[in-house]
């Protein structure tokens, strides 16, 4: 069964690389402008949607202004239900979103694949009101299917500057078995995890091909690492709060 989910994984990214290109170097591009004018990347999600945010921070061979917005409330680890329940809430963001330092020169990625829950939605309004550049990544099927719960009926996508479609089907999950009702193996936190990247790997391909040095982690166990990583801290450590506590 796993060569099963592996080749459904395989389908999705063969699918991805012929669907998104543009949309993935075009995300990559706008972030390599914003790092280039001194701004960072921030990564928001809900649920599972999250684990993109931690998957890019402070990673050897990742970039250094990376900012994962990481709300514990809508993280499931106090209390699965509960962060679900939050993210449909209209609203619910404000009680975060004044205290996000987002500013004109910066990217900010968010992530979910239903794209229609209000909180994400919130997420990308209010940084495209700071004047950030908004990338999202989404599932484009659930906007033709299945109804927004944001107030004002739009989706995730309709506050995009670049808006990538994951591709993944309604409900997420790829395998279903005759003798199971239920389908199974979610394939949104692997096909994510590729695009992120992929977009990250974009960006540091343009600052280079603009003879601009990208600022990308060294591994720890590698000599010398702690000196330059320790210069990419403290030159971003102000507005990226997580590498300092």
Same mark, same amino acid.
């Given at each position: 069964?796993?060569?099963?989910?592996?080749?459904?994984?395989?389908?999705?990214?063969?699918?991805?690389?012929?669907?998104?290109?543009?949309?993935?170097?075009?995300?990559?591009?706008?972030?390599?402008?914003?790092?280039?004018?001194?701004?960072?990347?921030?990564?928001? #999600?809900?649920?599972?949607?999250?684990?993109?945010?931690?998957?890019?921070?402070?990673?050897?061979?990742?970039?250094?202004?990376?900012?994962?917005?990481?709300?514990?409330?809508?993280?499931?680890?106090?209390?699965?239900?509960?962060?679900?329940?939050?993210?449909?809430?209209?609203?619910?963001?404000?009680?975060?979103?004044?205290?996000?330092?987002?500013?004109?020169?910066?990217?900010?990625?968010?992530?979910?694949?239903? #794209?229609?829950?209000?909180?994400?939605?919130?997420?990308?309004?209010?940084?495209?009101?700071?004047?950030?550049?908004?990338?999202?990544?989404?599932?484009?099927?659930?906007?033709?299917?299945?109804?927004?719960?944001?107030?004002? #009926?739009?989706?995730?996508?309709?506050?995009?500057?670049?808006?990538?479609?994951?591709?993944?089907?309604?409900?997420?999950?790829?395998?279903?078995?005759?003798?199971?009702?239920?389908?199974?193996?979610? #394939?949104?936190?692997?096909?994510?995890?590729?695009?992120?990247?992929?977009?990250?790997?974009?960006?540091?391909?343009?600052?280079?091909?603009?003879?601009?040095?990208?600022?990308?982690?060294?591994?720890?166990?590698?000599?010398?690492?702690?000196?330059?990583?320790?210069?990419?801290?403290?030159?971003?450590?102000?507005?990226?709060?997580?590498?300092?506590?």
């Amino acid at each position: 069964m796993y060569e099963l989910y592996f080749q459904k994984i395989n389908e999705l990214l063969a699918l991805i690389n012929k669907m998104e290109k543009e949309t993935i170097k075009a995300a990559g591009e706008k972030i390599a402008q914003s790092i280039q004018n001194e701004g960072i990347v921030h990564v928001f #999600g809900c649920g599972h949607s999250h684990i993109l945010g931690e998957e890019v921070f402070y990673r050897a061979g990742g970039l250094a202004p990376i900012n994962p917005i990481l709300i514990p409330d809508l993280m499931l680890h106090k209390g699965a239900v509960r962060s679900s329940n939050l993210e449909k809430k209209d609203d619910y963001a404000d009680q975060f979103l004044p205290d996000l330092d987002i500013r004109s020169e910066d990217a900010m990625l968010v992530v979910s694949t239903s #794209g229609r829950n209000p909180v994400p939605i919130d997420v990308a309004q209010f940084a495209k009101q700071q004047e950030a550049s908004v990338i999202t990544i989404s599932s484009h099927i659930y906007a033709k299917n299945i109804s927004s719960r944001h107030k004002s #009926g739009k989706y995730l996508s309709d506050f995009a500057d670049i808006a990538i479609d994951n591709h993944i089907p309604i409900g997420d999950a790829l395998l279903k078995l005759s003798s199971s009702v239920v389908p199974f193996g979610p #394939g949104s936190t692997v096909i994510g995890t590729a695009i992120i990247n992929g977009i990250m790997v974009e960006a540091i391909n343009h600052m280079v091909k603009t003879s601009f040095l990208p600022p990308i982690f060294k591994s720890s166990n590698i000599d010398g690492a702690e000196e330059h990583n320790r210069y990419l801290i403290d030159k971003y450590k102000s507005r990226i709060p997580l590498l300092e506590n």
